[in-house]
T-cell receptor, first 111, second 115 residues
Framework: EDQVTQSPEALRLQEGESSSLNCSYTVSGLRGLFWYRQDPGKGPEFLFTLYSAGEEKEKERLKATLTKKESFLHITAPKPEDSATYLCAVRGADSWGKLQFGAGTQVVVTP | DTAVSQTPKYLVTQMGNDKSIKCEQNLGHDTMYWYKQDSKKFLKIMFSYNNKELIINETVPNRFSPKSPDKAHLNLHINSLELGDSAVYFC??????????????FGSGTRLTVV
């Protein structure tokens, strides 16, 4: 069965203090690794899809990278508005669109 | 606004009751999903419909019954509610199964509390 483990569970950063979130995964035939952002009381919001090892994608202060076993979400010079829970998910072969999510990393950025 | 909308946003009910959650999307997507997010924040898929056809039916109690009257709507009916059903239920949509790779669009969730 596909598995996703995210670390750390929680991360407290000062504004401007860059850091990385980790997502380790096991999946049968990776069809995509996904990063979502979730704000309290809201549904997850799609950020990136990565398909193969070595791929990188960027959006503002966020950069996602992928290896064969894990993905990193780098937050560069974060701002308080980057505070959220970041969710990682994978889609495997024959998944019919199903995503297997990790438990998320809660990020708090203080001014 | 184009969106995935769920009703109600909050639902508090007693054990043993039957309740429904409704979901509608106006994005023109043809695939819709129900996910359950428990207290530990894990999002787990429950059901998925593609063009009104059930394509994913995870191991959930048969007290949960989804219904998709058309491509834009996916409802969830829960019979004989139990304390363990308390969670946030999210509806999501994508354009086709492959469209999941471009990201689901999630609704804002229905927080169900069973007392």
């Amino acid at each position: 069965e596909d598995q996703v483990t995210q670390s750390p569970e929680a991360l407290r950063l000062q504004e401007g203090e860059s850091s990385s979130l980790n997502c380790s995964y096991t999946v049968s035939g990776l069809r995509g690794l996904f990063w979502y952002r979730q704000d309290p009381g809201k549904g997850p919001e799609f950020l990136f899809t990565l398909y193969s090892a070595g791929e990188e994608k960027e959006k503002e202060r966020l950069k996602a990278t992928l290896t064969k076993k894990e993905s990193f979400l780098h937050i560069t010079a974060p701002k308080p508005e980057d505070s959220a829970t970041y969710l990682c998910a994978v889609r495997g072969a024959d998944s019919w669109g199903k995503l297997q999510f990790g438990a998320g990393t809660q990020v708090v950025v203080t001014p | 606004d184009t969106a995935v909308s769920q009703t109600p946003k909050y639902l508090v009910t007693q054990m043993g009751n039957d309740k429904s959650i409704k979901c509608e999307q106006n994005l023109g997507h043809d695939t819709m999903y129900w996910y359950k997010q428990d207290s530990k924040k894990f999002l787990k898929i429950m059901f998925s419909y593609n063009n009104k056809e059930l394509i994913i039916n995870e191991t959930v109690p048969n007290r949960f019954s989804p219904k998709s009257p058309d491509k834009a709507h996916l409802n969830l009916h829960i019979n004989s509610l139990e304390l363990g059903d308390s969670a946030v239920y999210f509806c999501a949509s994508s354009q086709g199964i492959q469209g999941a790779n471009y990201g689901y669009t999630f609704g804002s969730g229905t927080r169900l509390t069973v007392v």
